[in-house]
Structure formats: C-alpha cells, structure tokens
C-alpha cells in the first residue's frame, strides 16, 4: 500500500527564500507545487505566473493550474513567500510606483494564497504568510512596503476568524523577518552585520515544522523572527 | 487689500460625505477644489479621474491639475474621504474582485492625497484620510475592505513621522468612522438603529476645526468616531 504524500505549495518557490523551502519539503519527500514566474526545477509541478495579467486574471490561472495539478486532493500546507522591497517617503518621485509595485508582491499574492488555502486546503491544514517586523509601526522611509505588510498583518488576522473562509481547524500565521539573509541582501548591504540576519534554512525548518503540526502558532500569530549571534527566536507580536 | 484665502482640496468631493465637506467649506469663505469622477459645482475647481486610468496615470492627472489650478499658491488642508465597501470573505467568489476594487478607492486616493501634500500643503497644514474602526481588529466578512483600511491606517503613522516626507509641522490624521449617516447606508439598512450613525455635518465641521487649527489631534492620530444617541464623541485609536 503507498504510503498517503502531504502535498505543499509554495508561492514564489523561485525566490531565494521560496527555493531553500521547496528544497526542504522534497527533501522530506513531499510532494511541492511551485508558483512563480519561472519554474523551480525540484518542484514536482509549476505553477507559471504571467505577470502582465491582472490581480483577476492571475487568480483564475493560477486556480486553473492548481486544480488540475492536484484533482481531487487537498494540499496539507501553502506557503507563501512571495514579496519584495522597495523605499521612498510621500515626497519620493516613485511614492505610487513603488507602493503599486509593493501591493503587487505582498498582497497580490497573500489574497491569492488566502483563495488558494479556501478551495484547497485540508481541514486543519497550514497557511503561512509573509510579513514584516518593520509594519508592526510606521515606515516613513518605505512607505508602500509597510502599508503593504501591515495589510497582509490584518489579513492574518481576519483569515484567523472562524467566518474567515478557511476550511476548519485550519491555522493561518505570518512571519515577520526583520532582515533575510538572501544573496541579494549581502550583495546590497556588504557591510552590514549578518549575524542579526535570519539564516533561510531555519525558516524553511519552521515552516515545515507548521506544516506537520509541531509547535504550530496559535491561528491568527503574527510571529516575528529575531536574530542575534546567528540564533533565531521566535516572538508574537500584535496587529 | 485683498484678506488671504484659504484653500482645501477634497478628495471624493462628489461622494456624500465630500458633498457635505465641500459645502461646508464653501460657507466658510474657502477655496475649494474638489478631486472626483464627476464634477462637483459647488467647488471653485474640478479635478476629474478618469476610472479607467493606471494609478500613477491617475496621479500625474491629479497632480497637474492641482498644480494649474494653484499656481505658485500652497493648500492649507488636504481632505480625502474617497472611498467605498465591499464584502466577502476568503471563500467568496469576488475575494479578489473585491479587494481589488476596495484598494483602488481606499488606497490609490490616500497615497495619491500624501503625494498632493507632499507637492502642494502649507507648512503647518492639514491632511485627512479616511480609516475605519473595524479595521483596527479583523474583519473576516469584509476581507479587502480590512486590509485596505488598516494599510491606510499604517500609512497615517508613516506620514506622522518627521521622514514621511511631508511639509514641516504638517499634521496628519484619519478619521475610523463606524457608520455614517448617508442616503446609501439608508437605502441599505433600512431597519438600522441610525442613532449610532454620524451626522455628515459633524464631520465636515471637525475638518473644518482640524483645517483651521482648532482642536488639531496630534499628528499621527487615529480618531474614532462613535455616535450615541445622535451624539459622536471622539476615541483615539492606537494603530
């Protein structure tokens, strides 16, 4: 008799984070559903993003993909890792491109997620959100980001409330990284000091952790990660 | 010697509350500009958006339209009460329809009316946007419209920072509105308790208040509005 497969999706599974995650989870033998613009090469199936499409149009396909993917199962977890960043005040020159580009990246994708854990997830599955210590309090100097986290935050929150549309006993959290280190990260800030920086391996572990029920957060957490001396812990914050 | 006039531009100012704002304005003496689809006749000057138009597109309108209007002048208060409802969700159907919809009449008009504050208000003026009290905790059967109340909600204390970008001494603040008294919300809750509705005119006399300095809030300010028995007391509201 095969043994049942839990199944995960990872939204933005070609990012550096999304990457060490899909990587994690096929390590541990799951069956992994990347989206993104490109594909993953360890995914066991793509799911493509045509980002010229509308936020409608993206959800339909990416709908459209994931069905046929997956028939009649369920997938046991979605994450989504997808984001960016992007600065500048109210006087900035780019306020409403970036803030546009922002919405895009963090919120775009969490609603999709959101739909994607309604339709998809298993009861007492795991949704995971990504997002951000900083939006926690104001953000003058990246002003579409912080609005763009604090957002996804109240989506956690409203997500988490058993009207929200989840399937049951499902658990919704986000985590908020302060600073990832990604490649890009030390490409950009050479000469910060890395070991504040949130290695992505311990995130992928935390999140499969999530995903199989160990130590998963009350449903509605926003959790942020704090890194000092290359240790990461883990600490609710509120909305 | 010509007394120096006051200037304020109200955004959505062919909405019900923004008819009730540029009115009374209009009966203070003021200059009023009014930002809408439609025109506005009690204003001085109409700047109209075409729907259909990107966010940055819509932005560049507005900002060269304020800017023909005003010349060399600056604005002593900025007003933007845009907006609009929409509910469902994570399970509906119109998850992103709606949440798309809700960002683009909350989100795109206030980033847009920091722009214009950044560029056009005085040193020491007034910007108003429009929250909601709901959004301060979740809102699982309004998911878009949540989201999009607390990002401007996060956007307000952003703004209230030194290095939000705006003009030195500028105050900013949003007023979270329960419900408000307006033809609309009569239509639809036609068996509503409207004792706990606030009164349009009370609002447009507390911008007023807050346009010519008079009982400003600190800038940064979330401020209730809650109606009992036809009286509305105000609560600061923390973010």
């Given at each position: ?34 989206i993104?613009?490109?594909?993953n ?39 989504c ?6 600065g ?12 546009d ?32 210590k ?20 109240q ?22 990284p ?8 030390r ?12 290695p ?5 572990k ?8 160990v ?12 890194t ?12």
């Open positions: 008799m095969a043994a049942s497969i839990s199944r995960v999706v990872v939204y933005g599974g070609k990012g550096a984070l999304g990457r060490e995650i899909v990587g994690y989870f096929k390590q541990k033998s799951w069956w992994v559903g990347s993104d613009i490109f594909g090469d360890e995914a066991n199936a793509n799911f493509l993003i045509n980002p010229e499409l509308s936020w409608t149009e993206q959800n339909e396909s990416i709908n459209n993909q994931v069905s046929s993917a997956i028939g009649d199962e369920k997938l046991d977890a979605i994450v890792v997808a984001g960016g960043w992007a500048g005040n109210a006087a900035s020159k780019d306020l409403v491109k970036n803030s580009l922002m919405w895009k990246q963090s919120v775009w994708t969490s609603i999709i997620a959101a739909g994607l854990a309604s339709n998809y997830l298993k009861v007492g599955g795991m949704l995971t959100l990504t997002g951000a900083a939006a926690l309090e104001s953000t003058p100097g990246m002003i579409g980001y912080g609005m763009a986290k604090a957002a996804v935050h989506l956690v929150a409203s997500l988490s409330d058993g009207k929200g549309g989840l399937p049951e006993n499902s658990c919704v959290a986000a985590i908020l302060i600073t990832l280190d990604t490649p890009m990260n490409k950009f800030m050479p000469k910060a000091d890395t070991s504040t920086w949130t992505l391996d311990f995130v992928a935390l999140l499969y952790s999530w995903s199989t029920n130590d998963r957060p009350i449903s509605g957490s926003l959790m942020q990660l704090e000092k001396d290359g240790k990461t812990e883990l600490k609710t914050a509120k909305m």
